[in-house]
């Protein structure tokens, strides 16, 4: 579960971050890293959506975002329990780094491939051997941690929009969507580790 919906997620928000590089036009990036939404359509309170691209063109790189973007979605879906389901997981990943789909999305990515790595493996002998009941208590919190991770995002946007938050153009609400981002990044290994304790629990009942 934790690797079929991160991947989903960030893969929706990499199509998000390609939709609005198209319509920056067929013009030029000025370097490797770029502002995926240019300021006056930026939608958000916080941040510029920061990405890279290999492309030389914002148009061709947003179309290529948003088409890897869906690859990751649809593979993350149907495909990511199946034998090579993290490997290709993972080269979609550094493709759509590569290709315009976002720095935030590649933290979400980072943690479903290592769930997806995972998934149908026997247990290694460090967690064959832990004493019953020892992993308890962050099975328990993965739900939590799990719906954190999913919503935090969304509730900046809320938060952002009944506060009145508009788009600042001397970073300040940028610099603060970094420091956002450290528990929000906690969330994604949190949820990570409860999630291998959950299914270690689940095996050994």
Same mark, same amino acid.
């Given at each position: 579960? #934790?690797?079929?919906?991160?991947?989903?997620?960030?893969? *929706? +928000?990499?199509?998000?971050? %390609?939709?609005?590089? #198209?319509?920056? %036009?067929?013009?030029?990036?000025?370097?490797?890293?770029?502002?995926?939404?240019?300021?006056?359509? !930026?939608?958000?309170?916080?941040?510029?959506?920061?990405?890279?691209?290999?492309?030389?063109?914002?148009?061709?790189?947003?179309?290529?975002?948003?088409?890897?973007? !869906?690859?990751?979605?649809?593979?993350?879906?149907?495909?990511?329990?199946?034998?090579?389901?993290?490997?290709?997981?993972?080269?979609?990943?550094? *493709?759509?780094?590569?290709?315009?789909?976002?720095?935030?999305?590649?933290?979400?990515?980072?943690?479903?491939?290592?769930?997806?790595?995972?998934?149908?493996?026997?247990? #290694?002998?460090?967690?064959?051997? *832990?004493?019953?009941?020892?992993?308890?208590?962050?099975?328990?919190?993965?739900?939590?941690?799990?719906? %954190?991770? +999913? !919503?935090?995002?969304?509730?900046?946007?809320?938060?952002?929009?009944?506060?009145? *938050?508009?788009?600042?153009?001397?970073?300040?609400? #940028?610099?603060?969507?970094?420091?956002?981002?450290?528990?929000?990044?906690?969330?994604?290994?949190?949820?990570?580790?409860? %999630?291998?304790?959950?299914?270690?629990?689940?095996?050994?009942?």
């Amino acid at each position: 579960m #934790t690797a079929s919906a991160f991947g989903v997620y960030a893969g *929706l +928000l990499g199509m998000e971050h %390609g939709y609005f590089e #198209t319509l920056q %036009g067929n013009v030029a990036p000025e370097g490797l890293k770029i502002l995926a939404v240019s300021p006056w359509e !930026l939608p958000f309170p916080f941040g510029h959506e920061p990405a890279m691209t290999v492309l030389p063109n914002l148009l061709v790189t947003g179309i290529v975002a948003m088409i890897v973007g !869906l690859g990751i979605v649809l593979w993350s879906a149907a495909f990511v329990q199946s034998r090579h389901g993290g490997a290709g997981l993972f080269l979609l990943s550094i *493709l759509l780094l590569l290709c315009g789909g976002g720095f935030g999305p590649i933290s979400l990515l980072i943690v479903a491939c290592i769930a997806a790595s995972r998934i149908g493996k026997p247990r #290694t002998r460090a967690r064959t051997d *832990l004493p019953n009941g020892r992993m308890r208590l962050p099975e328990k919190l993965w739900p939590w941690s799990f719906a %954190g991770a +999913l !919503l935090w995002v969304p509730a900046e946007f809320v938060a952002g929009q009944i506060l009145h *938050l508009k788009n600042d153009h001397r970073q300040i609400l #940028t610099n603060m969507n970094l420091m956002l981002s450290y528990p929000m990044l906690g969330l994604f290994v949190l949820t990570l580790v409860a %999630g291998f304790a959950r299914e270690i629990e689940s095996r050994s009942e």
